[in-house]
C-alpha cells in the first residue's frame, strides 16, 4: 500500500541562508515533534509523531573560499536538559568543489541539537532536514498543497534526430 509522503515526511528548516565568516558557530536546538527550534518559538504545528530519521541538506553558496572547512555534529536526547552527543558528519572541504552535502541520521529522540562551524573561509550556507520514521506512521506536516499543471505526459513518445 503506497502512502502519501506529505503525511509520511517533514520539511525542517533547519538554518535558512546566512553568511557565515570564518570561524562562525552556528546552531540551535530542534523539537522534531513541532519541527521549530525550541528557543522563542511557538507550540504550534505540533504533530502526535515523533520523526526519528533524518537527511540533512546542507547547501553551500558559490564563492567558498579554498581553505573552506566545515564541520557538523548533532546531540540528541528526550530533554532539551539532557542531550548527548550523538554523531559527528565527516568534514565538508571547499577543495571537493561541492556545494551540497547530505548528512542522514536515524533513531533520534525528540531533541535534536545541530552545530556547525565555519573555517578557512567565509561561505554562505543553509541546511534542510527531511525527516520522517522509520515505522512510517504519519507526521504532521503544515502546508499548503498547490495545484500542478502537467504539460506533458513524461510516457509521450518523443520525435526527433
Known sequence: MRRDRIANEKIIDFFPPEACGIGTSISAVWDLRAGIPVVGAPSAGAGREIPTNILL?????????????LDLSVQT??????L?????GAQCLATELEDLYLFEFRDLQRYMRVDIIVGGAACTLCVIGNAERSRREPVFQAGTEKVVTILRSPAATLTGP
Open 57 to 69: 541538506s546542507l547547501s553551500v553558496a558559490a564563492g567558498w573560499g579554498a581553505l573552506g572547512t
Open 77 to 82: 536526547g528526550d530533554l532539551t536538559t539532557s
Open 84 to 88: 548527548v552527543a550523538y554523531a559527528t
